[in-house]
C-alpha cells in the first residue's frame, strides 16, 4: 500500500525558509514521476515542481523558479522541497504526489496526472 508522510509545515516570517519532506513508505520512488503541488485559499490547486523517474532534471513553475528547490534521497526513500525567500503569497497547503509511470526523462505539472497524494502540510508566510 502507498503510503505518505508529510511534515515541515509551519508558519515563518516573510523573508525566512522553510524545507517540507514527504515520505514514501510501501513503495520505492524509484519508478515515479515525483511533483510538489500548492493550493491557496479560493484558489485552485498549482503544480510547482516535478522530477521524472530517469536522470536528474528536476522542473519548476514560473512562480517559484530561483526560490524553491525540489530534491530526493534515495536512501530516505523522500522528496523534500525547500523554500526561500517565502513571501506571504506563498502560503498555501503544499502536497507532494507520484505517478507510476514507463522510464522518462519528463514530467508533468497537472494534477490529474498523479494519482497518489500525501495529506498536505500547511505553510503559512506572515508579513
Known amino acids: 500500500q502507498l503510503e505518505f508522510v508529510e511534515s515541515g509545515g509551519g508558519l515563518v516570517q516573510s523573508g525566512g525558509s522553510l524545507t517540507v519532506s514527504c515520505k514514501a513508505s510501501?513503495?520505492?520512488?524509484?519508478?515515479?514521476?515525483m511533483a510538489w503541488f500548492r493550493q491557496a485559499p479560493g484558489k485552485e490547486r498549482e503544480g510547482i515542481s516535478c522530477?521524472?523517474?530517469?536522470?536528474?532534471?528536476?522542473y519548476y513553475s514560473d512562480s517559484v523558479k530561483g526560490q524553491f528547490t525540489m530534491r530526493r534521497s534515495y536512501a530516505e526513500n523522500t522528496i523534500y522541497l525547500q523554500m526561500d525567500d517565502l513571501k506571504p503569497e506563498d502560503t498555501a497547503v503544499y502536497y507532494c504526489?507520484?505517478?507510476?509511470?514507463?522510464?522518462?526523462?519528463?514530467?508533468?505539472?497537472?494534477?490529474?496526472?498523479?494519482?497518489?497524494w500525501g495529506q498536505g502540510t500547511q505553510v503559512t508566510v506572515s508579513s
Open positions: 522530477m521524472p523517474n530517469v536522470g536528474h532534471s528536476v
Open positions: 504526489a507520484v505517478a507510476w509511470a514507463s522510464p522518462q526523462y519528463t514530467c508533468s505539472m497537472e494534477s490529474s496526472d498523479y494519482d497518489h
Open positions: 510501501g513503495f520505492t520512488l524509484d519508478y515515479y514521476l
